[in-house]
């Protein structure tokens, strides 16, 4: 291979992981292999591939991170000229040079930033003849169903009271609130689950009062979530594999219901074995690591019939995604939970005074960290309801001497490196906007933040987002990425961590041009790095530090 067929590719790989989180190099080769090194038709494979349902802007958004192919393909876009170019462009078209320098001039004083007459997916698609990828990438649509899960976790937090949230809600949620359960809706199951285990599992005594949810507590719900919906799946259809049942939830924006009856469909001509209802949502349970798995069970196989009893439809009460009011919240509780049972007596804990102290220690420390963020409601017409969203590691690390001590001792093994070296936050909260007595619906809010100077906070960027839709490709930030923590960022604004730092990161060039070690840094950004260090956080499913936030005197009792 030549060096100019060499950079050729490497530039085409660059465009499609530049474009697609979670692609690596090859994955991207064997997508170009399909399309035959068409880039356009390769992205447009892709796209279908992993169900890609997202807006134009969105699109759009994305694609500002890609090289200049991309700002070329947008500009020609724009003005309906990327079929006369694909023309003059392919064989055995007749090549002219007056009309190549032509579309040349066009393409170089067309804003790339130019409205799209339509969606890049609809340019694309006639470019591919391609109908069936021959391979499974299961990891790849994994982390896309993972965003897809944490896109339902932020809409069922704004629909929850805020004052109910803040004081109980927050660890049913945390704890119990799965995303599957009997109503073909995530987000209606995942207040089904959080409102039933709170009433029925209520803690020792009161919860503390938090306007924060942990992070990664709330992605670990959504990992843990995934895997029940997976195990639901693989238990009903037992002939069913990992990457049809990833294929189903996909193709279906997991409703569950429609994912029953395209994994029926897969494995119609195979013998099935017949499964109660109960025993696959005990399956689910356990493999989402649910604290009453059994009695979870038994209540998602009863629910529907106590609601329809009680003449309550839990659709109509969350009609429009509409924010619950805490007295809607309390009767479904009534209805869910009938008889709740008494708060437990408390009892002597039965760990050491030092080890509790400790424990104790930790979750003010942990509770401190986040709620430095309370403060930043981006005027006085709102009212925070919760933060759902932190990345203390956003630009950096900037400070090489400690970052690199880190690496020769041979101590980072992919976790971050002490935060005093990273220079920003990035955080995601829902706020409240106040009309006279009347609350808004909750909005969604990103925000960049200063880890040394809260002064200047209001230079940085706080501005609301939309909430992701299902399946789309996300605004990429190489910094939250690379700690595998899901924050929401904007389409149309600029923060640290979007297309510069993804240029220099695909360039192979120093983020920040100071001490710069080839070896070195490539152990910090590339994008195979990248995906491997993220995947230690945005699949973790086991116990937690920030799980103290959680943690009482009085619930560490013997028994």
Not at 230 to 251: E, F, G, M, W
């Amino acid at each position: 291979m030549t060096d100019t067929e060499r950079r050729s590719l490497d530039g085409l790989v660059a465009f499609l992981t530049c474009y697609f989180p979670y692609l690596t190099e090859w994955e991207a080769v064997r997508y170009l292999l399909l399309a035959r090194a068409d880039p356009l038709a390769a992205a447009h494979v892709l796209a279908k591939d992993r169900g890609s349902k997202g807006s134009p802007p969105a699109d759009s958004g994305a694609l500002k991170l890609a090289p200049q192919l991309a700002d070329a393909w947008m500009a020609l876009s724009s003005q309906g000229l990327l079929d006369e170019a694909a023309s003059i462009l392919s064989p055995p078209a007749v090549f002219n040079p007056d009309t190549f320098h032509r579309l040349l001039q066009e393409t170089t004083i067309i804003p790339p930033s130019s409205p799209l007459s339509s969606s890049p997916w609809e340019l694309a698609a006639g470019r591919s003849e391609v109908t069936e990828v021959p391979y499974q990438h299961s990891n790849s649509l994994r982390r896309v169903l993972l965003d897809t899960i944490h896109g339902f976790y932020l809409q069922a937090l704004a629909i929850l009271p805020t004052d109910d949230l803040q004081s109980c809600y927050h660890r049913s949620l945390l704890k119990a609130g799965h995303c599957y359960g009997p109503f073909e809706d995530p987000v209606s199951n995942i207040i089904l689950n959080t409102v039933w285990y709170e009433a029925a599992f209520p803690p020792p005594v009161e919860d503390h009062k938090l306007d924060t949810l942990a992070t990664m507590s709330l992605m670990r719900i959504g990992v843990r979530s995934f895997y029940g919906l997976v195990s639901h799946l693989c238990t009903t259809h037992q002939n069913l594999t990992l990457h049809q049942a990833l294929r189903c939830l996909l193709d279906t924006d997991l409703n569950i219901q429609l994912s029953h009856e395209a994994a029926a469909a897969m494995t119609v001509n195979q013998q099935q074995e017949s499964i109660a209802r109960e025993e696959a949502f005990r399956a689910a349970a356990i493999a989402a690591v649910h604290p009453k798995p059994e009695e979870q069970a038994r209540f998602l196989c009863s629910c529907e019939a106590m609601l329809a009893e009680a003449g309550v439809s839990l659709s109509t009460l969350l009609d429009g995604r509409r924010q619950l009011r805490s007295e809607d919240a309390q009767h479904l509780a009534r209805l869910l939970c009938p008889e709740p049972p008494d708060r437990m007596p408390l009892q002597q804990p039965s760990v050491s005074s030092p080890l509790l102290d400790d424990i104790m220690a930790k979750g003010k420390k942990q509770r401190r960290a986040l709620t430095r963020i309370s403060g930043k409601e981006p005027s006085c017409y709102y009212r925070l309801h919760v933060i759902c969203g932190v990345n203390e590691f956003a630009y950096g690390p900037q400070d090489r001497d400690i970052a690199y001590s880190w690496l020769k001792k041979k101590t980072y093994n992919g976790f971050p490196v002490p935060h005093d070296v990273y220079r920003h936050t990035h955080a995601n909260f829902l706020v409240t906007q106040n009309v006279g007595s009347i609350a808004s619906r909750p909005v969604l809010f990103f925000a960049q933040l200063n880890n040394y100077d809260d002064d200047q906070d209001s230079q940085l960027l706080c501005c609301p987002v939309d909430f992701p839709p299902s399946c789309a490709e996300p605004v990429r930030c190489l910094f939250c990425e690379h700690h595998g923590i899901r924050i929401v960022h904007p389409v149309s604004e600029e923060f640290h961590g979007r297309k510069s730092e993804f240029d220099k990161l695909f360039r192979g060039e120093d983020l920040y041009d100071d001490n710069f070690d080839p070896e070195l840094e490539e152990q910090f950004y590339a994008n195979y790095r990248v995906l491997a260090i993220s995947a230690l956080n945005s699949e973790w499913v086991g116990d937690l530090e920030e799980d103290c936030m959680y943690i009482r005197s009085d619930d560490l009792k013997e028994g």
